[in-house]
């Protein structure tokens, strides 16, 4: 393996930041690692895993990066970027995780030194855990890291971000900020909204008491809870930063769970049937994608008691 | 082990009954399993399976049965029965497997000779997957199978199916109908509704295209599409049974998600938060409930391309 970077710093130290060392260990991809987190509990987890070079401050930790990548919640980036900017290396490359890209642009550009080279990024990979225990080093083995260059983005600081995505197993593909946050809205916040909605329904029921919604989950809403047990900070701020496209989705969504509800009301079973027929071929897709298995019980191994 | 039935009849042969079938083999729980389904080829490729003694007619499998099972979808049961019912030996057990419970009683019971003991059953156990090759022994393991005793039922008949279904790896539970119906619709029968109903919309969506939508699947969407590939048939017939409790459920869900959507476009991102923050903490109990496993990336094998 060829050194992508010689040093990189990842400012936030979560699920997705403690993945990225683990992986761009695994892969030999760069010589340095430094970290950073506000929190000093973090910041200490960090240390004790032995995750990179943790820094007592932000500065310290971009200091000489060649990349810089932040790994903050949406909502925290321009505070981030406003203590950092100042201190980025001349022809370094600054990107970032988020799952929202028009709105961290916004956020970010304004901060971005001259000669400084900002390449988004989104690598879609994730799973219901947070904080730096929660990292591995597969997260990101055959998923898609979204890149979103922004209008002059320099192709060289481009290409060489995604061989380093790609070095940590990831697929890559560029997509511009309004697409990437229509398609995620679709593929990602809108679901996330839905089961969150869903599995707070659930909770408050008073008929229906907690140990049986949990006794019974296996029956489909298990898959819910899962989704709804993602970190809640990170979520706010992608809906309050995803607002325009989400809010488009769910009125689309709302229209379409209405006829269906209308369909169930007035007994209409061919409505019903033709719509869960429709449903069933693009399950066929995402699994001939390779991006789910179809062995029986989504691949679980079964648990133990 | 001890055979607790000499002789089982399953009408009709999908994933439930094929898994039954396996299930009751590999306890060496019965003496004989006869089998039928409507559809020629469905007997066919049972029989190539030689997942149990295939008959010509419903008739001849229940034969002399000392318990038959109904393993079709709600909305057929009340044809089946008309059909098999004078045909039950006397002594027998009745049961079946169907997801709403209320509707089954109400459409089975009318056709229930005297001296046959009908016990409903309803085993939360399944995969997108229908037919007779998509059944495996290991369905039930660990899962629960809820049943339902009906005004009157012989307490030997209902013990000896739950040691039945415990003996194909099952926990069971008993529950009344009503209850029943109402704890499925949340745990269950409305969440797969409303994962039909994205699904559908992300189809719907001409400038997000279909490869995008699967491509982009891990975020989110993945599970939906799982759930949203379950047959249609017995989706149809569940909505249509189960329409009050859904409806109630689907109603509640509905003010949830404007209440969010609300708060979204308001800009609310505290009420986002302690909203996101508390349905975390049903997942914890559902990890240890030991009915999923928090593995990371649902405990999938990775998939290879």
Redesign the interface.
Known sequence: MTVVYDKVALIGLGLIASSMALAMKRGGLVGQITGYARSRDTRDIARELNLCEVCETADEAVRDADLVVLCVPV?AMAEVMADIGPALKPGATLSDVGSVKKAVIEAVSPFVPDGVHFVPAHP??????SGPR?G?A??F????C?IVPTPGTDRAAVERLEVLWQGMGANT?EMDADHHD???A???H????????????????R??T?????????????????????D??M???V??TN?EA??E??G???E??FA??RA??T?D?DH??A??????A?????ID?????????????????
Do not use: C
């Open positions: 909502g879609l990979a994730g799973t219901e855990h929660a591995f597969t997260l083995d055959n998923r898609w979204i593909d229509l398609v995620l679709v593929t990602s809108t679901p996330h909204l839905i089961a969150y909605t869903m599995v707070g329904v659930a909770d408050d029921l008929r229906v907690d140990s049986e919604v949990i006794k019974y989950s296996a029956a489909g809403f298990r898959d819910f809870t899962r989704i709804a047990a993602s809640p900070t979520w706010r701020d809906f309050l607002k989400t809010l989705i769910l689309r969504f709302t379409e769970l269906l509800q169930i009301r007994g079973g019903l049937h719509y869960f027929t429709r449903t069933r693009i399950r066929r897709g995402i994608a390779g991006q789910d298995t179809d062995a029986p019980d989504f691949g679980r191994t079964p648990v133990k008691r």
